[in-house]
């Protein structure tokens, strides 16, 4: 029988100082890029499978009209497609943030997200994370807040920190 493993506090990274308003928007403002990139070849291949789905017969779009425009007027595939979209930029963010505690704007400007032991967020957390932050308004409170956290730190039980150089 396999033992479990638990994932163990790093505690070389607890400690360290936490990121402030600043570093954090930058870094924001890099991954926005890279996630706007990820929402358009969501996008893409979205729009394909639902071409493919029309096509085979299994879904039933409007006739004689653009694909794009055929989409909007079928309200619930439109939902689907956009949860689609939400879900592919949400798995972005949730899959860095649990695997390495950083993405890739993250390591330009050397902050990492973990627990305040150091242990990396799971999952589950990182996904919450992603909705709390309320499309990056949860950082606002970070221009008010001593400890620099913002409003998705303190319900995720989570913090930014400055790594070394």
Known sequence: ?????????????????????LPRTAAAIYDALLAVAIYALAGIIGIAMIAVLNQLGWIELADNTELALALQQT????????????????????YFWSRSGQTLGMKAWRLRLQHPNGQNLSPITAIARCFWSLLGLGNLL??????HLALQDRLCNSEVVRLPK
């Open 142 to 147: 970070l221009l008010i807040s001593a400890q």
């Open 75 to 94: 309200p619930v595939i439109h939902g689907i497609y956009q949860l689609w979209l939400l879900c592919c930029v949400v798995a972005f963010y949730s």
């Open 1 to 21: 029988m396999k033992k479990a493993v638990t994932a163990r506090p790093n505690y070389q990274l607890a400690g360290l100082p936490r990121a402030g308003f």
